[in-house]
């Protein structure tokens, strides 16, 4: 099978390209029956209705007077699935983090589409207004920002230790005709204790297209200069 229709490509090009197609395909398969077994999990734990700290709408109001809010009140339809990204800034994490900031990028740009499915918010440790900031300078005017930092919110879904440090992770959330919250899925970088990256790559855009390419991602890694 060819994929192009440049006469210079060669056989033993077409025959590798072929072989890599086959393992694509293997690839795509596999991710479909992973997201069917995700989709298939029973109902997952009630989680209780956390109060945390929700900024203006407006990114650029620099007053960053928030206002309580429930994770209950973060659903804004019946049937529709809450979404957080923690985000590791706060506690001892002094800085935000440059991995996290390169996806919740992404996933500002991709926020009105996903808003058509699912309602999406981040979540950091850090005080409401020093998570502000950090979304003024990266421009995440398409994202709810939460702050746990008077919350047990990120210590009870393991995104956070009882000494204050913290990790990244994705959580989806369901509120059902009752009003009961449960967390349906919770995923992290790390998928055992050997394996502490990558768990949740396909979240990101970067990676996957970078791993496109003939030199792959390399040892590279995001900063908050980019």
């Known amino acids: 099978m060819r994929y192009t229709n440049l006469t210079t490509e060669s056989g033993a090009f077409t025959a590798a390209r072929e072989e890599l197609r086959r393992a694509e395909l293997d690839l795509a398969d ?5 997201a069917a077994m995700r989709r298939a999990l029973p109902e997952g734990p009630v989680v209780e209705d956390y109060a945390l700290l929700e900024g203006p709408v407006d990114l650029d109001d620099e007053s960053d007077a928030g206002h309580p809010v429930r994770l209950s009140e973060l659903f804004t339809g019946p ?9 590791m800034f706060g506690k001892l994490q002094k800085t935000p983090c440059p991995m996290c900031t390169m996806w919740i990028d992404g996933f ?7 808003a058509q499915n699912a309602d ?15 979304g003024r300078l990266r421009g995440w005017r ?24 913290q990790s990244s992770l994705i959580s989806v ?4 005709p009752d009003g009961t919250l449960r967390n349906s899925y919770s995923g992290s970088p790390s998928l055992s204790e050997d394996r502490n990256e990558r768990g949740i790559d396909l979240l990101c855009a970067t990676w ?15 900063s908050l200069d980019d």
């Open 142 to 165: 398409n994202l709810l920002l939460l702050s746990a930092s008077d919350s047990t919110f990120k210590i009870d879904l393991g995104s956070e230790d009882a000494e204050g440090n």
């Open 208 to 222: 996957n297209l970078l791993d496109l390419t003939p030199r792959g991602r390399g040892n590279w890694y995001a």
């Open 108 to 114: 500002n740009g991709v926020a009105r589409h996903v």
């Open 79 to 87: 049937g529709r699935p809450l979404v957080i990204y923690h985000l």
């Open 173 to 176: 959330f369901t509120r059902s």
């Open 120 to 134: 999406l918010a981040v979540v950091a440790a850090s005080e409401l207004s020093e998570l502000r900031a950090h």
């Open 30 to 34: 596999q991710r479909e029956r992973v």
